[in-house]
């Protein structure tokens, strides 16, 4: 069976940082691709990042490039999503999820199919 488990979220000031995890286990493919997703209330969910097991190959939404930083810990099977210049419209659900094609490079929802509880983040003075 499959789990993403995140955690890290919170309550943080604009400019502040946070760091998400998303543990998995159970996945038995040889690559996949692991992404961030995050949805705010009353928005569509977005791709955030998202790596590829197979090349460690990143992508990173134009909305938090050069301020969000995704890795992987291939020991403990856990990816992190470093985010830094936080601002107010960061607000979110933050998800994790596994897609097991590389389409999930493209950073689109409906080719992940194993997906986290979500974390709360929330940025404001």
């Known amino acids: 069976q499959v789990q993403l488990v995140e955690s890290g979220g919170g309550l943080v000031q604009p400019g502040g940082s946070l760091r998400l995890s998303c543990a998995t286990s159970?996945?038995?493919?040889?690559?996949?691709?692991i992404g961030w997703f995050r949805q705010a209330p009353g928005k569509e969910r977005e791709g955030v990042s998202c790596?590829?097991?197979?090349?460690?190959?990143?992508r990173y939404a134009d909305s938090v490039k050069g301020r969000f930083t995704i890795s992987r810990d291939k020991a403990k099977n856990t990816v992190y999503l470093q985010m830094g210049s936080l601002k107010p419209e960061d607000t979110a659900v933050y998800y994790c999820?596994?897609?097991?094609?590389?389409?999930?490079?493209?950073?689109?929802?409906?080719?992940?199919?194993?997906w986290g509880q979500g974390t709360q983040v929330t940025v404001s003075s």
């Open positions: 999820a596994i897609s097991p094609t590389p389409l999930g490079k493209l950073l689109r929802s409906n080719f992940y199919n194993n």
């Open positions: 159970g996945f038995t493919g040889d690559h996949y691709v």
């Open positions: 790596i590829s097991t197979r090349d460690d190959s990143i």
